[in-house]
């Protein structure tokens, strides 16, 4: 009987867990991967018509070089769990935001100009109207950026072009070039502020979730230090001469370029997964960088890198056999 007991008691644990589960999505993740999250939630890619709001008229659109100075503010438990404007149930708990015009959704940056603290935000809202107030952020997200007791802050929104075009193609069933310039909060992309510490550390005194710090970017800048931002690390020289010993070996072909420093750009990024290979092959007449990683001695180590690859969004790489 007890054993009857602990089992319906476990499994009413799962089902409450199960009901209070994050509408997360993991802005670390492939475009592709992110769509899929995006989609399962009933979210889609809109912009939408022009529409008038308290006798002022908006006009949505693609702008891939927004950028403002204005007032922030969040909301919260009034609207949780109610739909938002691409469909999704608003979750005040995750990283999202809401803006007037943007594409929904959109990835953008919003920095605290009165903290410096700086956050990666997923677009997937209409607002705010209130006051000329120029985006809308989840209580999670005011708590990060440091202004959920005061309620407002003035900020700068920037939207971030590659990967909010990335993700639009992406919910569209678009094909897109593998692009690792993408933003990837874990390593690099936006210099820590002078000062500031590491991003993790500032994250971890902030926040209660420990996965917040993938996408909180430094604090307590001093907007007037005139001090220089830590530079990236330089891209590395990758080496064009094939490795293939005597016999053939796998490779993970993670894509053919035309253009030299496209090829040269993904190659730098890949080197965090292993071994990079960039070779050229002509094609009627046509130069084609070709972007490799291995060699790798069985096809088993292959495919568990081809795994990696997919997974980070990159669809059309391939074993190839060399």
């Known amino acids: 009987m007890k054993l009857v007991k602990s089992k319906i008691m476990l499994s009413l644990v799962l089902l409450t867990l199960a009901g209070c589960a994050s509408n997360e999505v993991d802005l670390d993740a492939s475009p592709y991967s992110q769509a899929e999250a995006i989609k399962g939630m ?19 659109r693609e702008d891939y070089k927004y950028s403002e100075v ?14 938002t404007a691409n469909g999704e149930d608003y979750d005040m708990n995750t990283l999202t935001a ?19 603290r700086s956050l990666i935000l997923r677009v997937n809202d209409r607002g705010p109207y209130a006051k000329n107030r120029i985006i809308d952020i989840s209580k999670r997200g005011a708590q990060l950026l440091g202004f959920q007791s005061q309620g407002t802050a003035k900020v700068r929104v920037e939207i971030m072009p590659k990967e909010s075009i990335a ?18 909060a874990r390593s690099e992309a936006l210099a820590v502020p002078p ?33 220089k931002a830590v530079p990236l690390a330089p891209k590395p020289v990758i080496n064009t001469t094939p490795a293939v010993g005597g016999g053939k070996k796998f490779f993970v072909q993670a894509g053919a370029f035309s253009k030299q420093s496209s090829a040269q750009n993904l190659s730098g990024k890949l080197r965090r997964i292993g071994s990079v290979n960039m070779t050229v092959a002509n094609v009627n007449g046509t130069d084609f960088y070709r972007v490799r990683l291995g060699p790798y001695n069985t096809e088993d180590e292959a ?6 690859l997919k997974n980070y969004g990159i669809a059309d790489a391939r074993v190839v056999k060399d």
Not at 99 to 115: A, M
Not at 167 to 184: G, I, M, R, S, V
């Open 195 to 227: 000062g500031a510490g590491p991003a993790s550390t500032v994250a971890v005194q902030t926040a209660q979730l420990d996965g917040d710090r993938n996408y909180l970017v430094g604090a307590g800048q001093n907007l007037n230090s005139g001090e």
């Open 98 to 116: 809401a803006h007037r015009t943007l594409p929904l959704p959109s990835i953008v940056k919003v920095t605290n100009l009165e903290n410096g």
């Open 70 to 83: 204005g007032i922030a503010s969040w909301y919260g438990e009034d609207f949780h769990a109610k739909k």
């Open 42 to 60: 009933g979210g889609t890619y809109k912009v939408g018509n022009p529409y008038e709001i308290m006798g002022q008229t908006y006009y949505p």
């Open 303 to 308: 495919y568990t890198t081809l795994d990696k």
């Open 167 to 184: 993700l639009k193609q992406a919910l569209l069933d678009q094909d897109f070039e593998p692009n690792y310039a993408l933003y990837n």
